[in-house]
């Protein structure tokens, strides 16, 4: 009976965990997130994927660009003031033996990958990330986020307010997002799709400004790029920037197999300091027979 009710609870727990929260894996030193309630937002040159915002060159064909070019030619004619019909093709057809100009610029691979290469320099300038995890039991994220399972998780809720903007769920494909050189605007899921080979991190990831933002007249706003694309050597890119966060989104702290009994006193003392005592701690511990980890909720055990 005991057996049947403890799985039960698992059960339980494990779907509360799936649907409200997210998890932060941390190094055991990272306690200075729950003694200063700040938290670092990462820039996506300084993360540990190389090719997060960074877009693949393009591959087209050559009927491609001109379909391409065709529609941009449309478009610059419609918004001509022509007398006649006549007027309107004379235009389209002079602007036709541009194409072969437009193809060599918009194919020049040093060019285009000097432009993909600008895309992370630049976002990392405006804007930071903060990475989560939808899953607090990945063996590889306790071994390589938490130092070896010697850290820490904090379990943020979900449904807090603080996660109602720029709260992105990533993507993972085989296939890179490419630049299109050809429009003014792209995909926004170009900053958060990653390969495959991550796709057991389950990430989440929430973005803030670090500049900013401009307001537009139709109520969104947009974060200014530098008139400059800096250098990828600029150390500047790569500085730690913290930000303040909401105590209260905080729901529940999950310790490593092999965090240290010191570790877990000093995160409770952080807890009972900012009166954060609905905090739920839980341990982290190997299967018994499986390859999985087991997160089960302790009481005032260390």
């Known amino acids: 009976i005991r057996q049947v009710s403890q799985q039960i609870c698992a059960s339980v727990l494990n779907i509360k965990f799936k649907n409200m929260e997210l998890y ?15 938290i670092r937002y990462t820039q996506a ?35 001509c003031d022509f007398s006649n019909a006549v007027k ?17 610029c918009y194919t020049d691979e040093e060019w285009l990958f000097y432009q993909t290469q600008s895309v992370i320099l630049l976002d990392s300038v405006i804007e930071g990330y903060l990475s989560l995890s939808a899953t607090n039991k990945n063996i590889l994220m306790w071994s390589h986020y938490a130092q070896n399972h010697e850290g820490f998780i904090i379990g943020f809720n979900k449904e807090h307010q603080y996660f109602d903007y720029g709260l992105m769920k990533v993507e993972y494909k085989d296939e890179r997002p490419f630049l299109d050189p050809t429009q003014p605007g792209q995909d926004a899921s170009l900053f958060y799709t990653k390969s495959t080979d991550w796709e057991y991190e389950e990430e989440y990831r929430k973005s803030t ?4 933002p401009i307001q537009l007249e139709n109520g969104n706003t947009l974060l200014p790029f530098p008139e400059e694309t800096p250098n990828k050597d600029d150390q500047s890119l790569y500085e730690v920037k913290l930000f303040d966060f ?16 010191n570790l877990r ?4 003392e952080q807890l009972e300091k900012h009166g954060m005592g609905n905090v ?22 260390t």
């Open 24 to 38: 932060k894996y941390l190094r055991p030193e990272r306690i200075d997130i729950l003694e200063n309630l700040k």
């Open 45 to 79: 040159c300084a993360l540990n994927d190389p090719f997060e915002s960074f877009p693949a060159v393009i591959q087209k064909n050559k009927e491609w660009y001109k379909r391409q070019f065709l529609k941009r030619i449309e478009s610059e004619a419609d918004q």
């Open 88 to 104: 309107r093709k004379q235009f389209v057809r002079a602007r036709k033996r541009d194409f072969n100009n437009f193809y060599r």
């Open 209 to 212: 400004g670090f500049v900013d």
């Open 246 to 261: 909401p105590k209260e989104s905080i729901s529940s702290i999950i310790f490593g197999w092999k965090s240290s009994p």
């Open 265 to 268: 006193v000093r995160i409770r």
């Open 280 to 301: 739920e701690l839980y341990k982290a511990v190997p299967h018994k027979y499986k390859y999985e980890m087991v997160v089960h909720k302790i009481n005032n055990e």
